[in-house]
């Protein structure tokens, strides 16, 4: 289940991250689906190393964390 959710992440990553510096590239805008995709990976990405960081500092002081 984690490795389609990964997979699945990792593609659409690529997808924008290639179409926006290709259209940076061409002086085009970016199409407002692939901005808002882009926007909403970047969240999921803060909001996960966040709660990754949490984990670990929880876990180094001692607290488990169920």
Known sequence: MVGS????????MSFVLTGAS???????PNP??????GYVLCGL??????????????DVIGTAMV
Not at 22 to 28: D, T, Y
Request: charged share 10%.
């Open 32 to 37: 407002p689906v692939m901005q808002y995709t």
């Open 45 to 58: 990405t803060g909001a996960l190393s966040l709660m990754l960081f949490a984990a670990a500092a929880l």
């Open 22 to 28: 290709r259209n940076a590239r061409l002086r085009r």
């Open 5 to 12: 959710i990964v997979f699945t992440y990792g593609l659409l």
